[in-house]
């Protein structure tokens, strides 16, 4: 048992709020995990004007980084992007001396309309959604973090009306518990598709001795 | 005239005793009114008491006449359907009920019907006092309560016309031979007395006309004239005089002045000068209401009580199950679940204020027996004494029950939202409401210009004449349960003292203020304000931006250095403020400021000059390139 838990940030953009079915009781839970700090980039900037100093901060205070999204056009809304052109600055994030980030553990949580099995090769998204999220992928690995695959939930429209919802967001908060503790195999993790599975796969202690 | 003096002393002393000690127990007001009547009621002696209660009935006049004020015609028709049915259907089985039970016990049909609809009714006064102040006002019980509690207040005016028709032979012959002697003394005036059928009838109509055109179309240009004279006294004045006038008027034809108070005052509710009559009137109706409760507590028989005492309790228990059987079913029936079903229940089942009214009225027309309405008007009594009870059996027992069930549902997002009060609607205000209106956030507006508030009626936007300032008429306009209050007066001054007499009294209310300058914009916040703008502010930055895209700046460039010093401004916001503080009254702009100020200019000159791409980056920072050689960075 490690007596030093990780910090943890979520950066969550959603632009419409009101209409959100899975990310906002997913955001909802995260906000009252006692490892976390949870932001909403929409609510902190409306107008996206983007405090650099804060957000660089930010990453500063914590060791897990986190976006969460409802995937948009297979990428994150626009103020996630905002978030990495402003933030993440040469010197800071990467660049001779832009060690800011290294050894931080990061990935998505995102939630996709399609089915699963739409994000196959054969599918009629082509990709996987890890995949798709390359760019991402390889902004984390230029700025020296620890990537791993992303926590999604698939068919995402009526996953309220098929009752999915309250086990997905049980399954984030465990996650969450477990990075907090230490007790997520990183190396593995990174190997996988997706991370959803990471805590019940094999090469993962259960109990975080 | 020493006697008045002294009984009204009397009154006065035990009042301002007996009804801050019954809130602090959380009993609500009028139980310490009815304590303060019992306590006094040897002291004054029953013949007083009788004549001063004649007088203290016009307190229920001046309640009806507020009562229909609330009541826009718009809004009672909205609610028609929980009117009609939950608030009949409650009036009618209890009545019903309770008269069986009367019948059972060999009373009269007449007088078991009086005594059903007697008992019907509930205590509008401590129940909506008591939503208030647990902040029930806004569940779905207290919405239907409040709805039952409505229709009650209405019943009561076909009541009080037609309880007459029940008058028993025998009292009404008693009667007639006890003041035929005192009539040779005074005559009561009357304009309908020895008129035929069909004239009586006429006049009548004639009567309820008058109020309701000449409210709609008379009191506008009449309140119009006083309220431009300025003088406030002057508008009290007339707002006695409505209701007086239309009281005398209705005595005079014969029907009740409480009906003709409610019909004004629903005629009156869509009237800009509501909020400003309300407050008139209701420092009068309180006392006055107060007054009758005091004489109700005062006419407590304690011989009847002691002599009847178990007959009493059991009346009263009886009573009330009976009225919590009828709310149970009909919230079971109507849907309402879970605590809301059980704060329906328990909070009205009791006999109220009206029954006090409706008791006294009975008597005086020979409808019920003097010693059985002495026994009921304990019975009313004690299950107002109880309420408290009930309340807190529904805080301490039923609440917790429903909380943990209620909680494991997923977290509700339907947050009230309370209203807000927006001062002065001028060019500023006026933006302000309609921003909000469209957004569907209730707003209440006041002005203390005549010709504005008609203005914004020409283009229908409701607003209701007043001074913002006066606290009573912030009061009526409800500051206690607003969210906001939005300060867009034009006096400067007057918009501080305004700021700092809400923070004090009312420090859940955010204030939201324009400010005029920057020194305008300090004393506001020192004030105590949560939300400053300065007036001219965002439109001059607007225009400034629009100026350097003419001149050939990039928008989206023109914007960003807009963003910069707004930025700017802010971050030197709070060290200008403390030094504004810290200086003594007389200077306030000292040497420090003038520096600090300065200081800011030259922050902002030099953002906005800097061509150099390091010294920009502190302040304008964003999508700087990497430098032109970062390539090397990554030559390993």
Redesign the interface.
């Known amino acids: 048992m490690s007596v030093v838990r990780n910090k943890i940030l979520i950066l969550f953009a959603h632009p419409s709020l009101e209409r959100s079915e899975v990310n906002k009781p997913l955001f909802n839970a995260s906000l009252r995990h006692q490892d976390v700090t949870a932001i909403d980039l929409y609510r902190e900037y409306p107008t996206f004007d983007i405090d650099i100093e804060v957000e660089q901060q930010r990453l500063l205070d914590h060791d897990v980084i986190i976006f969460m999204f409802p995937l948009f056009w297979y990428s994150t809304p626009a103020i996630l992007k905002q978030w990495q052109d402003l933030v993440l600055e040469y010197g800071f994030a990467y660049g001779a001396n832009g060690t800011a980030l290294t050894d931080k553990v990061f990935f998505c949580v995102t939630t996709a309309g399609g089915a699963e099995a739409a994000y196959q090769q054969d599918g009629y998204n082509h990709f996987t959604l890890r995949e798709l999220l390359h760019p991402i992928e390889q902004t984390a690995n230029l700025t020296h973090m620890k990537y791993l695959p992303p926590f999604a939930l698939f068919s995402s429209r009526n996953a309220a009306e098929q009752g999915r919802i309250t086990e997905h967001v049980d399954q984030f908060i465990s996650l969450l518990t477990a990075c907090a503790e230490q007790r997520l195999d990183i190396q593995h993790a990174a190997t996988l598709p997706l991370l959803n599975h990471a805590l019940t796969s094999a090469h993962t202690p259960l109990t975080g001795e | 005239m020493t006697g008045y003096f002294i009984d009204a002393f009397i009154y006065l002393c035990a009042a301002v005793i007996a009804v801050p000690l019954a809130k602090r127990f959380g009993l609500g007001s009028v139980l310490g009114y009815l304590v303060a009547g019992v306590v006094i009621g040897p002291i004054v002696g029953s013949e007083n008491t009788n004549s001063l209660q004649h007088f203290a009935e016009f307190g229920v006049v001046m309640m009806l006449f507020l009562v229909g004020l609330e009541l826009e015609p718009k809004k009672l028709w909205e609610m028609r359907n929980r009117l009609m049915g939950l608030g009949g259907l409650q009036i009618g089985l209890t009545t019903a009920i309770i008269t069986a039970g009367g019948l059972f016990f060999d009373l009269g049909w007449t007088v078991a019907l009086t005594i059903g609809l007697i008992f019907a009714l509930s205590s509008t006064a401590i129940v909506l006092q008591t939503f208030n102040e647990k902040n029930l006002t806004k569940t779905e019980g207290g919405n239907n309560a409040f709805s039952v509690l409505l229709s009650q207040d209405i019943a009561v005016i076909p009541m009080l016309a037609l309880l007459p028709l029940l008058a028993l032979p025998e009292l009404v012959a008693q009667a007639q031979h006890a003041t035929a002697q005192a009539a040779e003394h005074h005559e009561e005036l009357s304009l309908v007395a020895g008129l035929p059928g069909w004239a009586y009838a006429g006049v009548l109509l004639l009567a309820i006309g008058f109020v309701g055109v000449g409210g709609h179309y008379l009191s506008r240009p009449l309140f119009r004239y006083v309220a431009s004279s300025g003088l406030r006294e002057i508008f009290v004045a007339t707002s006695l005089m409505l209701v007086i006038g239309i009281a005398a008027l209705m005595s005079l034809v014969g029907l009740s002045p409480a009906l003709g108070a409610f019909l004004a005052g629903v005629v009156l509710a869509n009237s800009e000068f509501r909020h400003e009559l309300e407050s008139n009137i209701e420092p009068f109706k309180g006392l006055l209401l107060g007054l009758f409760f005091i004489t109700v507590g005062a006419g407590i028989d304690f011989a009847i009580l002691g002599e009847n005492l178990l007959v009493v309790i059991a009346l009263t228990l009886a009573v009330m199950f009976i009225k919590a059987l009828v709310l149970y079913v009909l919230a079971l029936i109507f849907k309402i679940k879970n605590s809301d079903r059980w704060l329906f229940t328990l909070s009205l089942a009791q006999a109220g204020e009206f029954g006090f009214v409706l008791l006294s009225f009975t008597v005086q027309n020979n409808i019920l027996p003097g010693d059985i309405a002495k026994i009921l008007l304990l019975v009313v009594a004690l299950s107002m004494f109880l309420t408290p009870a009930l309340f807190i059996f529904f805080d301490k027992v039923i609440l917790p029950k429903f909380e943990q069930t209620e909680n494991q549902r997923?977290?509700d997002e339907i947050t009230h939202q309370g209203s807000v009060i927006i001062a002065g609607v001028g060019r500023f205000g006026q933006m302000v409401n309609r921003f909000l209106r469209a957004n569907k956030i209730e707003t209440v507006v006041l002005d203390s210009q005549v010709s504005q508030v008609d203005n914004l009626k020409k283009i229908n936007v409701q607003s209701y004449y007043g001074d913002a300032t006066q606290p009573d008429l912030l009061h009526t306009a409800g500051i206690s349960k607003a969210a906001m209050l939005v300060i867009a007066i034009d006096n400067k001054e007057a918009a501080i003292e305004l700021t700092k007499y809400v923070k004090h009294t009312y420090p859940k209310v955010k204030i939201f203020a324009r400010a005029f300058d920057r020194g305008h914009h300090f004393e506001l916040k020192h004030a105590g304000a949560d939300f400053i703008v300065s007036e001219t502010y965002h439109s001059a930055l607007e225009l400034g931006k629009e100026a350097l895209i003419s001149m050939g700046v990039h928008p989206y460039k023109a914007e960003q250095k807009k963003?910069t010093l707004r930025?700017l401004e802010l971050s030197y916001k709070d060290s200008l403020f403390d030094l504004w503080r810290n200086n003594t009254e007389d200077s306030k702009y000292s040497i420090h400021f003038r520096e600090l100020f300065i200081e800011l200019e030259n922050a902002i000159a030099k953002a906005m000059k800097s061509e150099n791409v390091d010294e920009q980056a502190k302040v304008e920072?964003?999508?700087?390139?990497?430098?032109k050689n970062?390539l090397d960075?990554f030559k390993d």
């Open positions: 997923e977290a963003t930025r920072r964003g999508w700087t390139p990497p430098p970062y960075d």
